[in-house]
């Protein structure tokens, strides 16, 4: 910012303050520009002003200023720090009128609504306190956010929801048609390292056709799901943060509470009973991708013929494995859309707090489909499914 005051013949910028009673008076003159090197009497301003603490106010004289800039403002602001510091009342009538519409602009927004984070230091203990309380923190609020969910489900079945169809079927095919193509890169590569580990390994027993079984086995049960969800959890579950979150910085969120929508029945549920109905079925796909990419490696590195390795996975594949899959395919459904809407709901009210809500969903499904994934196999284990 640039202004012109009326023309002085001092060029220098000036600053120097008088006493009169128990007021200060700061005189400033000349020009002030950012692209002239400073007068070395304001450096050391500051430090004369320290010994006149005890005053109870201070006042500006700029009747002698001529062109300034942003560094007026700088200076100026410097000296309002120091008046506050020292609780010293500063006036500011005398100042150009822009000096003090700016000053007044910038404490409409005071530091504590910023993003900038106090950077006081804390103890280790303290950390370790504020961490726990933190994360019982966002507990609660997952267990908050679940218990919406089952009750926008009841007013749903009840038909006393807001059920955005069209938000359903686009979903569908968000997270259906639109992610094949990179479900089934991962499990065909997948498969292939499968087959490429049991591969060095049962060829030295001769047991090299057991490779169609290794790599059946484990994407049916195991890593067709996982590797499913993982995806999912950094191609949808990021979506839906970014957009819900998006919708809460521009207030649709709020608008939608003032028109008496539930943003649980009209943003969420269609989110997560689309992606809940497609993940079985994306399992599925990915199971048969991966186990071709491993009869790709059985066939050409082990000299296994198709009739052969297709009669090993047919023959070691049961309904339950199968089952076991696609169940776990519908939690990690589950656990995606509940974190991504979540962090969307719960999101800041500015930009970067979309990114942030992203970032958290993912890291949070990711985390919670590798713990279910353990939990369901340990209560298989004890159940003998």
Not at 50 to 68: I, M
Not at 84 to 100: C, N, T, Y
Not at 178 to 201: K, N, W, Y
Not at 236 to 259: H, N, R, Y
Request: net charge negative; with cysteine; glycine share 10%.
């Amino acid at each position: 910012m640039e202004t012109k005051r009326s023309s002085s013949s001092t060029t220098t910028a000036q600053a120097s303050f008088t006493r009169n009673g128990n007021r200060l008076i700061l005189s400033i003159a000349g020009d002030w520009s950012l692209h002239k090197r400073e007068n070395k009497g304001i450096n050391n301003l500051f430090s004369e002003l320290n010994e006149q603490s005890d005053a109870e106010a201070l006042e500006f004289e700029a009747d002698k200023l001529g062109f300034w800039d942003t560094s007026l403002l700088i200076f100026v602001n410097r000296i309002k720090e120091w008046c506050r510091e020292h609780k010293v009342k500063m006036e500011q009538g005398s100042l150009p009128a822009d000096i003090g519409n700016l000053l007044a602009l910038a404490d409409e927004v005071p530091e504590h609504e910023t993003s900038r984070e106090d950077a006081r230091r804390e103890t280790f203990f303290a950390a370790i306190g504020n961490w726990i309380l933190n994360r019982i923190a966002e507990f609660k609020g997952a267990l908050e956010f679940v218990g919406e969910v089952v009750l926008s489900f009841g007013r749903i079945l009840r038909g006393k929801a807001t059920f955005d169809w069209r938000l359903f079927w686009l979903t569908m095919q968000e997270s259906g048609a639109q992610a094949l193509p990179i479900a089934g890169m991962i499990s065909f590569l997948t498969g292939l390292i499968f087959a490429f580990v049991g591969a060095v390994q049962l060829r030295q027993f001769g047991a090299g056709i057991y490779v169609a079984n290794l790599v059946a086995v484990a994407m049916a049960r195991e890593m067709g799901a996982i590797m499913t969800g993982i995806i999912m959890a950094g191609r949808t579950g990021a979506a839906f943060a970014a957009q819900i979150g998006s919708m809460k910085v521009s207030e649709e969120i709020d608008a939608f509470k003032t028109l008496a929508i539930s943003p649980i029945d009209f943003l969420v549920a269609p989110r997560l009973i689309a992606l809940c109905v497609m993940m079985p079925m994306l399992v599925l796909y990915a199971d048969m991708i991966g186990i071709f990419g491993g009869a790709i490696v059985g066939i050409g590195a082990l000299g296994i013929s198709w009739t052969q390795y297709w009669n090993q996975t047919v023959g070691v594949i049961g309904i339950g494995d199968i089952f076991t899959g696609l169940l776990k395919s519908s939690v990690f459904g589950v656990i995606v859309a509940i974190a991504g809407c979540q962090k969307g709901i719960q999101c800041g009210n500015n930009a970067a707090a979309v990114g942030d809500a992203a970032t958290s969903a993912v890291v949070l499904a990711i985390t919670c489909i590798v713990a279910s994934d353990a939990i369901i196999d340990v209560l298989q284990e004890f159940l003998k499914f």
